[in-house]
């Protein structure tokens, strides 16, 4: 039987290989601000770097307080969007979580935005999210609690300091507060029970003991880690029996609105997000050969869900979270990983999605090692010929750049294929180092030269 932490590793490293060519860009994709140099004849620039000095725009700094006038450039670039997606080339680095705090400040205070969604189950989204907007619970205990497992990356000093940030935002804007979202289908908590519960009890009690028996055994009544580690070890045919029993309680409660539509839409979506874990833990990892890939594109199927649903049911403008395989509009593997959240994401929503890739030359990041233990690990600068090597060379340390729009021969560059630094939960593994075509990957890229491990809280 596979293990927790091997199927858990399947389900949350970001799989590489090398991209598919990908078809030319749709009407749904997000049109570039007017080119800046496309008066320039690009004769004149002798080397893809020569002309992303041209494009490129300076980063004043990674840490999110002080000003944010560098960030304005960015802000031209997402434009009308409604979903921002930005991602990171580890799950371990200080900076990729400080420039994801500095650019959620930039779109609160500047572009309206008002929700963060991250790569954590919904469940942990709605406790950070009462924490944020109400002030509930203590906010040490909430992270010891809900980021375990692999997701124990996501307990850092970096993202305390952001959620702080949005608590003290939302005391000063109690009328405009600004949101925490969990879009991923790794956990379902207690809550997401005990919410169904109090809605059914409250509209349609007559549904309480049929609810009673589709969720058998299933509300947790231990931490995450312990729960997870021991629904894996049942059977595989009981894993399938309890998601089609999670599916029936779905169905269940879509036939009955009530009669408030609004708590009723949250009702069904809390049981979506139970049903999303058990049917993301049914999948045959072990004899089925496509097991692997299909539950690799149900989870981005469903996060881009949560995403979407999140957006349209509220309005919010969101900034969302992940690993840079998953904001991607292309997969960085085809073969094990056919399909990315981004990609689910730009159908959904069209032009109001933005992916924005994030990637770095040298420095440290925490990663689980081949024994599973909790390491700090550092590479080098890139080798000639990787991505980041000719971003490196852009005059600027730390940078921002449209991808759709460029000049030659950067644009030529960019639209060929490139090795990109991959690094997932566990380092080192095969899908460290894929080629990506930038431009048919991500509509933005912010570049930085130097990172350094994140702090971790436990």
Known sequence: MITQKALIAALLVPLGATLAAAPSASAGTPSAPPAASASVDAAAFRS??????RVAHPLRT??????LADLRPFGRMVGDAKVVGLGEATHGSHEFFTVKH?????????????????????????RLDGYVLRGEGDLKQIMDEEFQGTYRWWNNGEYRDMLQWMRAYNVEHPKDPVRFVGDDSGFAGAELYDKVNAYAASALPELLPQLAELYRGLRPATDAATYVDDYLAKPLAERKELAERTGRAVELLKQQPGADADAHAWAVQHATAIHQMTAQFAFDLDNDPQGPAEAMIYRDRVMAQNVAWWQQRTG?????????????LKTYAPASHPKAQGDFLREQLGADYLSVGLTFDHGSFNAFDQAGAVQRFTVGPAEPGTAEHTLDKVRYRDFVVDLRNTPEPARAWLAAPHTVKNIGTTHPWPGSAPQIRLTQTHDVLIHLQQVEAARMLN
Request: aromatic share 8%; hydrophobic share 45%; proline share 6%.
């Open 102 to 126: 500095r650019v959620l400040r930039y779109l609160v205070e500047e572009k309206g935005f008002r929700a963060f969604a991250l790569e954590a189950p919904w469940s942990t989204g709605v």
């Open 48 to 53: 893809p770097e020569a002309a992303l000095d």
């Open 316 to 328: 919010d403008k969101i900034l969302l979270a992940a690993h840079n395989s998953h904001v991607a």
């Open 62 to 67: 990674t840490e999110p307080r002080g000003s």
